[in-house]
């Protein structure tokens, strides 16, 4: 399903919120939308919304003094001036029908959450995978650092257990690539991670995709980015680091600022910085990357680069990175967001790296994210689903999208017994649990993965080990 604004987002001019009028949010309870709505709120701006169902997060905004709705009617917009919609709302929807009838303005999520770093220094954080952990180390950082960040990122900090913050310094965004809406976003400071295709269904080919990145870095006075990336090189082409205005890092040669020592130290990672200590409480090499680059855009804004690196090691990560669920007899779960065959195969070496010496095994729980990713990376999940000792497949989480004919988990299965490794699917979701638990031995770690519900299942596994310890 494309996005009302067509399949990708145009950036569109910004005001002030306190120039918008009041404000209405379609789909208000969503994880992208609900935090931007907070922070107008607590601008004093009269927010309201609605959503198809209720939940918490509907609780929530209401004791912050939002009028929310359940379900879609036009008489539900009020006197707003604005509306605020995701990608995800269909031009049917009546509250945006009667918006258009009005002749309101009506803003896409990225706009609502970019008038709120007009006026301040602003960091952009992008890429096709660590964006959410990046821009969350980067909050964290700021934050330990006295430097009172604003923030709305993907997901909720350990640390604070909030995704969101108005503050008044340096403003972070989870800048997001997938529909084009990065570009929205007025910072001073881009920081790639990494880029590698994906989003196909939008961007239509990974040149496309590339040149999106392009775009993305020249509206931006520097960029911080991970130069051993080949998309990321791909993307500064043939120009200068330094004439780009570029703060490039990682082990090659030619980084302004080098990586080396990398090591695992059973669910934490370390390195050298620049020749300085970089520990984190956090496992992976990725996760060094992209703690690089926090450090490193947080020193481009000011702060005192010894200052970053401490408060770096407080970092705890946030909600669905690698997140343990619970422990029973010598069983690790932990739950982890990687829909991507690069994401997959990053957390399942993470995990392999914190088993050994216990003599353990990596189980992963895989819920494949869309029939349309499935169907275009299915050679790639298994392979990297391959890195696992033992494999449990759940059926497509659809989101967005329609079933695709004969795109099913089964593609998953066969492309995992090509890479040598017998994938176990189970269709019905009530016996995923017992199933997982079955396999699991003491010293294993067990990961629920994917973007989809499957961060249910973790507890129920958690249950079900506690259960066979009973009997």
């Given at each position: ?238 120009r200068s680091a330094e004439d780009a205005g570029w703060i490039t890092f990682g082990e090659e040669e030619g980084a302004r600022v080098r990586i080396d020592g990398i090591e695992q130290v ?206």
């Open positions: 399903m494309s996005s009302i604004f067509g399949a990708l987002i145009e950036p569109v001019e910004l005001i002030r919120p306190s120039e918008l009028g009041p404000v209405h949010f379609i789909a208000i309870g969503g994880a992208g939308m609900s935090g931007v709505a907070a922070l107008y709120a607590e601008l004093g701006i009269e927010v309201s919304g609605s959503d198809q169902a209720d939940s918490p997060v509907l609780a929530d905004l209401a004791a912050r003094g939002i009028r929310v709705h359940v379900g879609h009617a036009a008489e539900q917009l009020g006197r707003a001036g604005t509306i605020v919609v995701s990608s995800a709302i269909r031009a049917d929807n009546p509250e945006l029908v009667e918006a258009r009838a009005r002749g309101l303005r009506v803003w896409h999520r990225s706009a609502a959450l970019g008038a709120l770093m007009l006026g301040r220094p602003g960091v952009s954080v992008t890429g096709t995978h660590g964006k959410t952990t990046t821009s969350g180390m980067l909050a964290h950082l700021l934050t330990e650092c006295g430097a009172d960040p604003g923030y709305v990122i993907g997901a909720a900090l350990a640390t604070s257990g909030t995704s969101f913050r108005l503050g008044s310094g340096p403003f972070v965004v989870e800048a997001d690539e997938s529909d084009g809406s990065f570009r929205q976003y007025p910072a001073d400071i881009a920081v790639i991670t990494n880029v590698e295709a994906d989003h196909l269904d939008n961007w239509g080919t990974p040149a496309a995709y590339l040149d999106g990145f392009r775009a993305f870095a020249a509206e931006a006075r520097h960029v911080v980015a991970h130069l051993d990336d080949p998309g990321v090189r791909a993307v500064l082409g043939d059973g669910f934490r990672a370390r390195a050298r910085l620049g020749g300085e200590p970089l520990e984190l409480a956090v496992p992976g090499r990725f996760n060094v990357g992209n703690a690089a680059a926090a450090v490193l855009a947080a020193h481009a804004l000011g702060v005192d680069l010894q200052s970053a690196l401490a408060a770096i090691k407080t970092f705890r990560g946030t909600a669905r990175r690698f997140t343990p669920v619970g422990t029973v007899d010598e069983v690790d779960v932990v739950d982890d967001y990687a829909h991507h065959p690069t994401e997959v195969a990053a957390t399942l070496e993470a995990a392999r790296d914190g088993v050994e010496g216990r003599g353990g095994r990596v189980i992963a729980c895989f819920q494949p994210h869309l029939f349309s990713r499935t169907r275009d990376f299915a050679d790639e999940f298994g392979a990297a689903l391959a890195l696992a000792d033992e494999v449990v497949l759940m059926d497509i989480y659809p989101a967005r999208e329609d079933p695709i004919p004969g795109v099913t988990s089964d593609l998953l299965v066969t492309s995992c017994a090509a890479h040598g490794r017998t994938a176990h699917l189970v269709s019905d979701r009530t016996a995923v649990p017992r199933a997982v638990a079955d396999l699991a031995q003491p010293g294993d770690v067990v990961l629920t993965l994917g973007a989809g519900d499957v961060t249910r299942v973790g507890p129920q596994i958690v249950e079900e080990l506690r259960a066979r310890s009973r009997r």
